[in-house]
């Protein structure tokens, strides 16, 4: 009923650009939020950036380097990753949350930073 899919991982040399997307495709309910999260090996998965009504907030580890867009009437969300650094480097997840049913998340797609 809900599926979410990230595009855009890649390698990319420090200093460098990315730009993450993500689709949800649902059948039930309403999204009312997404939001990006980030995984590197050996840690614990840490937030990113979310978009909620509106409203843009990121990790203090992003801030400034990264944006956050979003598109409500195609349930989509994108990241703008600028100024890449090697602790950028993560499988970086996208989740949607969907009022009275939960939250959905991707399969998450891999960014690596690397000179």
């Known amino acids: 009923q809900v599926h979410i899919e990230e595009f855009g991982g890649g390698l990319v040399q420090p200093g460098g650009s990315l730009k993450l997307s993500c689709v949800a495709s649902?059948?039930?309910?309403?999204?009312?939020?997404m939001a990006w999260y980030r995984q590197a090996p050996g840690n614990q998965r840490e937030w990113v950036a979310s978009?909620?009504?509106?409203?843009?907030n990121y990790a203090d580890s992003v801030k400034g380097r990264f944006t956050i867009s979003g598109d409500n009437a195609k349930d989509t969300v994108t990241l703008e990753m600028n100024s890449l650094k090697l602790e950028d480097t993560a499988v970086y997840y996208c989740?949607?949350?969907?009022?009275?049913?939960?939250?959905?998340w991707g399969q998450g797609t891999q960014v690596t930073v690397s000179s």
């Open positions: 989740v949607a949350h969907i009022a009275d049913y939960g939250s959905f």
């Open positions: 649902r059948s039930i309910g309403n999204i009312y939020a």
């Open positions: 978009f909620n009504m509106g409203i843009r």
